[in-house]
């Protein structure tokens, strides 16, 4: 099976595969009508493909007021979470216009689905092109305003969620380099929701974004199952995981670069005892050339290449 991603459409250019996919699961396999499914909205939408390879096998769009649909996914390609990869591309972007509420009209098979990624039922059933569904909407998370700790330079933390806020909000102000050195890529920091939908929007918000990650040991991860490892499996073009070489002492931190000035870092990866910096340049900047010199020595993870495979 070749690598499965999601990128961004343009409606002319990619119209052929767009109208293919649509042909297919809603017009030919839900029986809706060809005049409902095409409308003058598909000009003005941001639209979206899964592909496997440079094989199209999944759309969505969504509209100026925040509203998401035509979600499809071929046949074959169903229950190998490209639904959701697509969703988390669709609601990523939302969010990085401004799209603070996202609305949506679920089939009711579909519903549980949505629910999973934060949305609720705010209508009664209702026929449309002959297929039961509800209306449903979801409110994006609050965001952590970066201004509030611009007049310090250092803040000071001692809890996961207090770490994990402030990585949430120097994410939101990424604008080309996200870089983090972690031991085991720590659930309670970087498995969450509302981080991956950051790292997603950071992502798909420019071709040149980059995220390079280091870690020195993915198994757990991948074991228990990892949000970021699935992000970097499908938009893995400028996300990047390498492990530490053993060949090289690596240091006895954890920390989260951003750009040139933003940094979180604990001196102790078993604490969540730390600082963070939303505009400290020089210290970052040393954080950097030691991540660099990291980098340059780790190596390609096989526990990595294996679920590429």
């Not at 094989?55 to 071929?74: C, H, P, Q, S």
């Not at 949430?168 to 031991?183: D, F, G, S, V």
């Not at 969450?192 to 991860?221: C, G, M, Y």
Request: net charge neutral; hydrophobic share 40%; proline share 5%.
């Amino acid at each position: 099976m070749s690598e499965t991603s999601i990128r961004l459409a343009d409606w002319k250019r990619d119209n052929k595969l767009l109208r293919q996919i649509r042909e297919t699961v809603f017009v030919q396999e839900q029986a809706v009508p060809p005049e409902m499914e095409w409308d003058s909205e598909d000009d003005q939408a941001v639209h979206f493909l899964a592909l496997e390879g440079e094989y199209a096998i999944g759309t969505a769009r969504l509209l100026k007021d925040g509203k998401i649909g035509r979600v499809a996914v071929l046949k074959d390609w169903r229950g190998l979470q490209i639904g959701s990869a697509l969703l988390q591309a669709v609601l990523a972007e939302a969010e990085r216009l401004g799209m603070h509420r996202q609305t949506l009209s679920a089939q009711i098979p579909a519903i549980a689905f949505y629910e999973r990624f934060g949305f609720s039922v705010t209508s009664k059933e209702y026929l449309e092109a002959g297929i039961a569904h509800v209306d449903m909407t979801r409110y994006s998370p609050p965001v952590l305003e970066p201004a509030l700790h611009l007049e310090k330079q250092e803040v000071r933390f001692d809890t996961a969620e207090a770490a994990a806020e402030h990585i949430l909000a120097l994410l939101n102000q990424a604008r080309r380099t996200i870089c983090i050195y972690t031991p085991d890529l720590e659930p309670l920091l970087y498995n969450r929701s509302d981080i991956e939908h950051s790292l997603t929007r950071f992502l798909l918000a420019h071709p040149r974004n980059q995220i390079k990650l280091l870690v020195k040991d993915t198994s757990p991860a991948i074991r228990r199952g990892h949000r970021l490892i699935n992000l970097s499996r499908r938009l893995s073009s400028n996300f990047y995981i390498r492990k530490c070489s053993p060949n090289y002492p690596a240091e006895e931190l954890a920390y989260l670069l951003v750009d040139d000035s933003g940094l979180v870092i604990r001196k102790n990866p078993q604490l969540y005892h730390g600082v963070a910096y939303y505009s400290a340049k020089r210290i970052v900047r040393l954080q950097q050339n030691r991540f660099d010199m990291t980098w340059q020595t780790a190596v390609s993870d096989p526990n990595m290449r294996s679920l590429l495979l």
